[in-house]
């Protein structure tokens, strides 16, 4: 089995204007994608490496030094497949996809050699 990092990505607008949503609508659809979650997770459990997690504020360091920055990044995780196809497909109507212009990246994680 091979692993895979799973990028769990919405735009930075998207996720600002959802926070001006009422409070009351947005609990509710909150409360129904956790449940749509945990169904997912359970079904999936055997492929589950690392479950997501949310991804915190943002630190951009480069030659430069170090800068806020927002990215597109909300969560990520760790799941297990015979190959990047199988992964994907673990994916395919995940809930996450019901957010606006959500999208779901997955990539091979490939151990360095170090010597």
Known sequence: MKKFLVLFLTPVAVLENWMN????ERKAVEDKMKADWSMWMEKNKDAIV??????????????????????????????????????AE????HPHLDIPEGTIEIMTINPMAMN
């Open 21 to 24: 949503t009422e409070e009351s």
């Open 50 to 87: 690392e479950m997501p997690a949310g991804a915190g504020k943002t630190k951009k360091i480069s030659q430069d030094g170090v800068t806020d920055i927002k990215n597109e990044v909300m969560m990520y995780g760790v799941v297990q497949a015979e190959s990047p196809e199988a992964a």
């Open 90 to 93: 673990l994916f395919v109507g």
